[in-house]
C-alpha cells in the first residue's frame, strides 16, 4: 500500500535550519508533482512548496528564498530545506501530491521555531 512519512521536524532557535524529508513507499510518485504543506495551529494548511517530476522547484512568497525544495526519484524521496527559521513557519509539515490525495495525508513533521 502506498504512503508517505515525514521526518526531520524538531525544536529550532529562530534563524536555525531544519531538512524535513518524505519517503514513498509504493510506486507511483515519481509520476507527480510532489508538494510540502504546512498547518499552523487555528490555520488552514498551505502549499508551501512543489516540485515537477523533472525537479523544477517553486515556493511560497512567505518561504522565498528561505526554503529550498529537492527530490531525488530514484530514492523515492522529496526534501525541504529549511534556514533562516521564524516563529511563524511554526507548523506541522505535510508532503502529499500536489494538489493533494486524502489517502495520503500522513502525521507531518513538528516544526517548532522558538527561543
Known amino acids: 500500500q502506498a504512503a508517505l512519512v515525514e521526518s526531520g521536524g524538531g525544536l529550532v532557535q529562530p534563524g536555525g535550519s531544519l531538512r524535513l524529508s518524505c519517503v514513498a513507499s509504493?510506486?507511483?510518485?515519481?509520476?507527480?508533482?510532489m508538494g510540502w504543506f504546512r498547518q499552523a495551529p487555528g490555520k488552514q494548511r498551505e502549499l508551501v512548496a512543489s516540485?515537477?517530476?523533472?525537479?523544477?522547484?517553486t515556493v511560497a512568497n512567505s518561504v522565498k528564498g528561505r526554503f529550498t525544495i529537492s527530490r531525488d526519484n530514484a530514492e523515492n524521496t522529496m526534501y525541504l530545506q529549511m534556514n533562516d527559521l521564524k516563529p511563524e513557519d511554526t507548523a506541522i509539515y505535510y508532503c502529499?501530491?500536489?494538489?493533494?490525495?486524502?489517502?495520503?495525508w500522513g502525521q507531518g513533521a513538528q516544526v517548532t521555531v522558538s527561543s
Open positions: 509504493g510506486s507511483g510518485f515519481v509520476k507527480y508533482i
Open positions: 516540485i515537477t517530476p523533472r525537479g523544477i522547484p
Open positions: 502529499n501530491t500536489n494538489p493533494p490525495l486524502p489517502p495520503y
